[in-house]
């Protein structure tokens, strides 16, 4: 049996866009709806879905039962496969968006199934909006395919992903994101994901990248559905994310984050998905930086501009990002994460200057609440005492220390640690000295209780 769903929508689609928040602009909307097949599905269901003008659908489950070797087929309006489900499954929420205005929902059950099948309670349908420039001079961006032959840029590019997802006051957004540990944690800005129930909602597609340098083919690799919200905060604008049914690290690898703050006029640069859901693109050159690299201009600038409500947290550049590009990791020379890339130039004008350049929070002042997700073990460079005044302190040097670390000495757990940042920490106490007798070598290890992860053991003598 088939079934046509036309909606029209003019009207919807040709009001202006407003802005959720200054960084973050309404691409799509969604609508109530009541789409169902017999319950149960008693043999082949067709039902098509069409918003003319819409630039992407995408439809939530109420409810989902297939029974065992039923298929749900999700199709474009090409008839190419976006999504698929094979039974049994049991489903609710989001399914991956299609491009265009127009895709169609078919089940297939087996013989002698007994499929309750779907119920769909809403559409949600992509719009053009209008996109602030964060240019500084000219667009020194480009697609991704044109740094193909360079090795490192290239595979860190693999774990950018491009993300749509619903917002907790109605409508649909864009960010972009990068993983973060061998556990395909997901790091993006607050801005765009401030609860669980819009980490619930995430779709990132991967690699989707043109082909060649100059356009070419443009289809994701593969499309992660679904995150749950491991840790947020506002002041710092970031949102930890882990995917509830995929592990796409294992497929695209992840970025690993220096501890330590950059210098400014170190080169940096930017992979990004500018343009909401666009083709990832690179920002690796600056006009602004006499056309060669671009590089960290100031540190410890303040992170509001009305986003955010931070104290002096962020760096600033002149690569160039635009609308669509919050979230995406701010990269080294050794393409490691320096910082966490979150608006543009004020006022969205394209007339960069010295503190008017666009930003992103330091990637230190994140890394004490992230630490213990990455999987990284703790790493200790140096152990110096101090003495004066007493009692006894130890101050280690490193990275990757937080909270949930433990200073040990000789496998001994140190009864009073403080961590003053990720790459410090300080031993303290009257059991001290007699943890570390004067003249005797010990062993210090710093350990994530966490994940079982533990420094390699250096020797200390006092």
């Given amino acids: 049996m088939r079934h046509k769903l036309l909606v029209f929508l003019m009207l919807v689609l040709c009001t202006s866009v407003f802005a959720a928040s200054p960084e973050l602009v309404k691409i799509g909307d969604t609508f109530d709806a009541q789409i ?31 029974g065992e070797g039923d298929l749900l087929l999700v199709t474009d309006s090409y008839g190419q496969e976006v999504y698929s489900v094979t039974g049994p499954a049991v489903q609710q929420g989001w399914l991956p968006s299609v491009d265009g205005d127009h895709l169609t929902l078919t089940i297939w059950p087996i013989k002698g199934s007994a499929a309750r099948g779907i119920t769909v309670d809403k559409v949600g349908h992509g719009f053009s909006a209008p996109m602030p420039e964060s240019l500084c001079g000219v667009d020194d961006s480009k697609n991704a395919a044109c740094y193909q032959s360079d090795t490192g840029k290239w595979t860190a590019g693999d774990a950018v ?72 905060d506002p002041s710092l604008d970031f949102s930890l994310l882990q995917f509830t049914s995929d592990t796409p690290a294992q497929r695209y690898g992840y970025l690993t984050i220096n501890p330590t703050l950059p210098n400014v006029g170190d080169v940096m640069w930017i992979p990004q998905h500018p343009g909401y859901l666009g083709p990832k693109r690179f920002a690796v050159v600056s006009d602004l930086d006499g056309g060669g690299n ?96 007493p009692p006894l302190k130890l101050k280690i040097v490193g990275s990757n220390f937080h909270q949930g670390c433990v200073i040990k000495i000789d496998g001994q757990a140190v009864p009073q640690t403080q961590f003053v940042s990720s790459t410090l920490v300080k031993a303290k106490g009257s059991t001290l000295k007699t943890m570390v007798p004067k003249g005797v070598t010990v062993v210090v290890t710093v350990e994530n209780m966490d994940q079982g992860l533990t420094s390699d053991g250096v020797n200390f003598t006092r």
């Fill in 36 to 66: 169902e097949s017999p319950h149960p599905v008693s043999g082949f269901w067709r039902q098509d879905v069409d918003v003319p003008g819409a630039t992407f659908l995408k439809l939530h489950l109420a409810d989902m039962q297939l």
């Fill in 161 to 232: 992903g491009s993300m749509l997802f619903a917002m907790s006051g109605g409508g649909l957004a864009s960010c972009t994101g990068s993983l973060v540990s061998p556990s395909s944690h997901f790091l993006t800005n607050n801005h765009c994901i401030q609860n669980e129930t819009e980490a619930n909602s995430v779709e990132v597609r991967w690699r989707y990248q043109y082909s060649a340098c100059s356009g070419g083919t443009l289809n994701p690799a593969s499309i992660s559905n679904g995150a749950h919200l491991i840790v947020t």
């Fill in 294 to 389: 671009a590089k960290v201009q100031a540190l410890n600038l303040i992170g509001g501009n009305g986003v955010v409500t931070g104290g002096h947290t962020d760096l600033g550049y002149f690569a160039d990002t635009q609308s669509g590009a919050s979230g995406s990791p701010v990269l080294d020379a050794n393409n490691q994460i320096i910082g966490l890339h979150h608006f543009g130039t004020a006022g969205g004008t394209s007339n960069c200057t010295g503190s008017n350049m666009n930003q992103g929070v330091e990637i230190t002042k994140i890394l004490p609440q992230i630490a213990q997700y990455l999987g990284v073990p703790p790493s200790i460079t140096s152990i110096t005492k101090i003495t004066s005044p």
